[in-house]
């Protein structure tokens, strides 16, 4: 493998875990919101991801594999049911509807995401100072 099919790889993912980032961060503000444009608490959503097969000359085979977005779904599960008369969209029997969002399993995610976005850069830039290195030799 080269090293530009190697950064298109990486590129991919760092693409890929930036949406996971976007969606994971999108869930945590809204962890609080009982109605939305739909009606309804918020509902968590989740990235699925997908490989991608990337054509190159350099390889045995012709393709190589990289990530990508598949989906993102909501999630259905149901959300905690909170006692408050007081709040604006509360029932007739005083219970709040509350978002299905887990903080930490919110956190779990991000942190998840932050980890492998730094790993594929680490791929990155590791890419970079061997080309850089190669090209040094030739002077």
């Known amino acids: 493998m080269n090293l530009i099919s190697g950064i298109e790889l990486s590129a991919s993912a760092l693409a890929a875990q930036k949406v996971r980032l976007d969606i994971v961060a999108q869930n945590i503000a809204n962890a609080q919101t009982t109605r939305t444009a739909h009606g309804g608490p ?26 990508r977005v598949g989906q993102i779904t909501t999630d259905r599960s149901p ?20 978002p299905n969002v887990n903080l930490s399993q919110e956190m779990v995610d991000l942190i998840m995401a932050s980890r492998t976005y730094e790993a594929n850069l680490s791929v990155v830039k ?14």
């Open 42 to 67: 918020y509902q968590r959503q989740v990235v699925a991801f997908e490989t991608e097969l990337v054509r190159s000359q350099g390889t045995a085979s012709g393709t190589l594999q990289g990530v």
């Open 79 to 98: 959300g905690q049911q909170v006692y408050n008369p007081q709040h604006p969209d509360a029932s007739a029997d005083g219970l709040v509807t509350m």
């Open 126 to 139: 590791s890419a970079r100072q061997m080309a850089t290195r190669t090209l040094g030799i030739g002077k």
